[in-house]
């Protein structure tokens, strides 16, 4: 998150947070502080834990040794209280000794408020949409999510590698019936899943504004179908997402190991395609890849068009840049697109970043934007990207840490003295290196992809409980991007 959107959801969301004082809006000190912290979450928890759970943490206010921040759920907020408060607050209290406790508080729509730098004006255009939003949320049971403004198909760049889901994603809006069920959108983290179903979203109010479409987190689904368990009112949930015209369903792999909201949504999901209503779903595997999903909703999964967005490639970041440079009327030499296209190459929300960055840079400065200023501006950035981390590096540096031999990474050994540093290599070769969880596994002596996959579900668990492994991930991971 950027200095300047942590600025503005402080500033829009306030009135909602106890202490609304503006005297409580965070100093730049304090927000880089929170950025750091934040950034240090993704590491002590790991990729899946920070993106389930810690990701929308949103730096609110901080007062008298309070740090205050925001996400958008109750439920979100009980979790983290409950999981993870501690850990983050004593990491609080080691970078700024002054912090000594940590509020959490429920601020809806906070999320939207992410990432671009904007303009006084879309900003107020912002707030005024997530109002509008916040209004007919709340009209129909609170369950769809609002779409953000930037998210439209106006602002989406055709490339290659995701040609097929703009395409499969406009034939939705411009049919009249149902051309194929579902829609399966699949790809990496920022490649661009949310923002093609916001843009249907958008679309479709232009196109249809009669009808009912819903947009939500697969998070989101699961809470609400809590909810209306809790509150023994399953009726009305069914109700409300079996009269829909087109459901969206974000994230669904977040649905893995979660059988009764699996179940749930799969009668939803047989309930909407027997009306003939559209489905578009998203995940961050094909459906057969989705193991903690069961097979039958999995092979559902994959019955109408499956759209695979793939990494982006130089042409298709470029021109993202390039689109971007036009948005935001930003004074940038070409040079300097050129250079990020080269070099950030990880995904497009990176790129984005990396963009905003330097605008920002430019802006406080009062520098132009150059090619030196870019390299110095993203100096951390780029030097993660000059290196690639193969499996091998990383099961020698576990093997060095737990004092283990390297051919115990290979071996069929289970000896708990061996067989957790082999998770651990395994965990970390899933979070830094871009191989599949079958390609991981033949290099550790040939395993099957379950065991990996257990392997790096574990590591996540014990890091949250033990800190003793926590800080061996982190150590090893230090060594190796260090
Ligand atoms: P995902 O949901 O796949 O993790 P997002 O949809 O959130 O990714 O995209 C990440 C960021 O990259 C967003 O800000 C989005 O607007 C931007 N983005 C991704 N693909 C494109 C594209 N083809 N054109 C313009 N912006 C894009
Ligand atoms: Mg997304």
Redesign the pocket.
């Known amino acids: 998150m950027s200095e300047i959107s942590g600025k503005a959801s402080a500033a829009t969301t306030k009135k909602s947070t106890a202490k609304g004082d503006s005297s409580f809006t965070p100093t730049p000190e304090i927000l880089s502080l929170w950025k750091e912290i934040h950034g240090n979450l993704r590491n002590e928890f790991g990729e899946a834990v920070f993106r389930s759970w810690l990701k929308p943490l949103t730096l609110q206010a901080c007062y008298h040794g309070t740090l205050e921040v925001s996400v958008p759920t109750r439920f979100m907020r009980d979790w983290i209280q409950t999981h993870y408060a501690t850990r983050i607050l004593e990491m609080c209290a080691t970078v700024n000794a002054e912090i000594k406790r940590l509020e959490i508080v429920v601020v809806q729509n906070a999320a939207i408020f992410d ?1 671009t730098p904007k303009t006084q004006d879309t900003k107020q255009k912002v707030i005024r949409k997530a109002n509008q939003n916040e209004k007919a949320a709340e009209a129909s049971l609170d369950v769809t999510s609002p779409f953000d403004p ?2 439209s198909f106006d ?5 290659k590698p ?1 040609a097929l889901a703009h395409a499969a994603a406009q034939r939705i809006v411009e049919s009249q019936n149902v051309p194929f069920n579902p829609l399966f959108l699949y ?1 990496g ?8 179903m916001h843009a249907i979203g958008w679309a479709m109010k232009k196109q249809w504004p009669e009808k009912k479409v819903i947009y939500l987190s697969a998070e989101k689904f699961m809470y609400q179908f809590v909810r209306a368990l809790r509150s023994k009112d399953t009726m009305m949930f069914k109700e409300t997402f079996r009269s829909v015209d087109i459901l969206m369903i ?1 994230d669904i792999q977040f649905m893995s190991g979660k059988e009764a909201t699996q179940e749930e949504f799969f009668h939803t999901f047989n309930a909407l395609v027997d009306q003939n209503k559209q489905i578009v779903i ?1 995940a961050d595997k094909a459906p057969s890849d989705l193991l903690g999903l069961e097979e039958r909703l999995r092979s559902r999964l994959a019955w109408g068009l499956v759209a695979d ?1 793939h990494p982006s490639t130089y042409e ?1 970041r470029l021109g ?1 840049l390039q ?1 971007k440079r036009s948005l935001l009327q930003a004074d940038i030499p070409d040079a300097v697109l050129e250079f990020l296209a080269l070099k950030v190459t990880s ?3 990176e790129l ?1 970043g990396a963009l905003n960055r330097i605008i920002a840079h430019a802006d406080v400065t009062k520098q132009l934007v150059t090619l030196e200023t870019t390299q110095d501006v993203l100096q951390d950035l780029l030097r993660s990207h000059d290196r690639r981390i193969t499996i091998d590096e990383i099961q020698r540096k576990v093997a060095e840490h737990y004092n283990i031999r390297m051919t115990d990474m290979h071996s069929a050994r289970r000896a708990r003295n061996v067989a957790r540093p082999r998770q651990v290599a395994m965990y970390l070769a899933k979070q830094l290196t871009a191989r599949s969880l079958p390609e991981i596994g033949r290099k550790f002596g040939g395993r099957d992809h379950t065991t990996v996959m257990h392997a790096v579900r574990k590591i996540d668990e014990l890091m949250n409980e033990d800190p003793q492994i926590a800080q061996d991930v982190e150590i090893v991971r230090r060594a190796l991007t260090g």
């Open positions: 990432d930037r998210f602002t989406f760049v055709i490339g995701n790809g983290v920022g490649l661009g899943k949310t923002h093609v974000d998203s967005i298709l993202i689109s995904n497009i929300r984005e």
